[in-house]
């Protein structure tokens, strides 16, 4: 069983004609929706609304296979997202966030003991007070030994004391089995120039690598995909695709990751740090081309399995 822990929101996207329609996500809220239809066990930890988006919300988790019984409900508001699109379908994201539901979480105590993995990330480990809630389930989950999954996903907007917030995501290191970040997020994360070359990256991340987790696993965009381990890297060309917009296509990455070491039996730290550059490249292949999907629609959809295995 895997446990993808975080916020869900609403986004308002920008239709062709200029309106703003309302689309259920969030970081680890496609995560789950992302590895649940990919037909991985998953449960969703987070807080969320009783209000209308909030019953939306835990209608398309449902629908997505995703289990709720570690969803808390709670009259708080849900967060909302304004989405802006480049002309490459890039987007940036205006954030309305005080006094919303996702903030509330209460820890859940320990786990239920078939829980396997546990992924983190995005607006969870930055507001307060959910932020401090989830590192303690990042703490606890990383002691009794789960696969722990980090993307953080940087919002650098909410992140008031950016050099506090780094010096938190280093203290996550050790607790983290398996880093998935994009190339922007990495050179934001190091302080390195937005124009630096993956070179550079690839060095940071061998430090990260060296901190605590098994594998980095970079998103680069139009690029592709890659993965650093303690002895290789290895890349994987982008799959082709007309796109709509990218929102949702690095959480896809990460909930097909999930799914695919699940259904690979790779679903602990042992297992991650043990797969060759074959398997890897399947890996990372398996997920670059459910994004691609998620990029050709409009908002956060991630493919259906079968959808998958149409392609």
Same mark, same amino acid.
């Given at each position: 069983?895997?446990?993808?822990?975080?916020?869900?929101?609403?986004?308002?996207?920008?239709?062709?004609?200029?309106?703003?329609?309302?689309?259920?996500?969030?970081?680890?809220?496609?995560?789950?929706?992302?590895?649940?239809?990919?037909?991985?066990?998953?449960?969703?930890?987070?807080?969320?609304?009783?209000?209308?988006?909030?019953?939306?919300?835990?209608?398309? +988790?449902?629908?997505?296979?995703?289990?709720?019984?570690?969803?808390?409900?709670?009259?708080?508001?849900?967060?909302?997202?304004?989405?802006?699109?480049?002309?490459?379908?890039?987007?940036? $994201?205006?954030? $309305?966030?005080?006094?919303?539901?996702?903030?509330?979480?209460?820890?859940?105590?320990?786990?239920?003991?078939?829980?396997?993995?546990?992924?983190?990330?995005?607006?969870?480990?930055?507001?307060?007070?959910?932020?401090?809630? $989830?590192?303690?389930?990042?703490?606890?989950?990383?002691?009794?030994? @789960?696969?722990?999954?980090?993307?953080?996903?940087?919002?650098?907007?909410?992140?008031?004391?950016?050099?506090?917030?780094?010096?938190? $995501?280093?203290?996550? +290191?050790?607790?983290?089995? /398996?880093?998935?970040?994009?190339?922007?997020?990495?050179?934001? /994360?190091?302080? +390195?120039?937005?124009?630096?070359?993956?070179?550079? #990256?690839?060095?940071?991340?061998?430090?990260?690598?060296?901190?605590?987790?098994?594998?980095?696993?970079?998103?680069?965009?139009?690029?592709?995909?890659?993965?650093?381990?303690?002895?290789?890297?290895?890349?994987?060309?982008?799959?082709? #695709?007309?796109? #709509?917009?990218?929102?949702?296509?690095?959480?896809?990455?990460?909930? @097909? /990751?999930?799914?695919?070491?699940?259904?690979?039996?790779?679903?602990?730290?042992? @297992?991650?740090?043990?797969?060759?550059?074959?398997?890897?490249?399947?890996?990372?292949?398996?997920?670059?081309? @459910?994004?691609?999907?998620?990029?050709?629609?409009?908002?956060?959809?991630?493919?259906?399995?079968?959808?998958?295995?149409?392609?």
């Amino acid at each position: 069983m895997i446990v993808v822990a975080g916020e869900s929101l609403v986004d308002l996207v920008p239709t062709p004609e200029g309106h703003l329609a309302p689309r259920l996500g969030g970081g680890p809220y496609n995560v789950a929706v992302a590895a649940g239809r990919l037909e991985a066990p998953v449960r969703f930890l987070s807080r969320i609304s009783t209000d209308l988006f909030g019953d939306r919300l835990v209608e398309r +988790l449902h629908a997505s296979n995703v289990r709720t019984e570690l969803v808390q409900r709670g009259p708080e508001p849900t967060t909302l997202a304004v989405v802006g699109l480049a002309d490459d379908g890039s987007a940036r $994201y205006s954030f $309305y966030v005080d006094g919303t539901a996702d903030r509330q979480v209460t820890d859940p105590g320990p786990l239920p003991d078939d829980v396997r993995a546990v992924s983190f990330g995005t607006l969870s480990l930055v507001l307060e007070p959910g932020a401090s809630t $989830y590192e303690r389930v990042l703490w606890r989950e990383s002691e009794r030994g @789960a696969l722990t999954v980090l993307d953080p996903n940087i919002r650098a907007g909410l992140i008031r004391d950016p050099l506090a917030y780094r010096d938190r $995501y280093d203290s996550w +290191l050790p607790h983290v089995s /398996l880093l998935k970040v994009s190339v922007d997020d990495a050179r934001w /994360l190091a302080e +390195l120039p937005e124009d630096a070359p993956e070179d550079d #990256v690839l060095e940071v991340a061998r430090d990260w690598v060296a901190a605590g987790p098994a594998a980095v696993v970079l998103t680069r965009g139009g690029d592709g995909l890659a993965v650093l381990t303690a002895n290789d890297v290895i890349r994987v060309p982008p799959t082709p #695709v007309t796109v #709509v917009d990218t929102i949702g296509a690095g959480d896809t990455v990460q909930g @097909a /990751l999930l799914a695919w070491l699940h259904h690979h039996d790779a679903l602990s730290t042992e @297992a991650v740090r043990g797969l060759d550059g074959g398997k890897w490249a399947e890996a990372l292949s398996y997920a670059g081309a @459910a994004a691609a999907i998620t990029c050709s629609r409009a908002g956060a959809e991630p493919p259906f399995k079968r959808e998958l295995e149409m392609t």
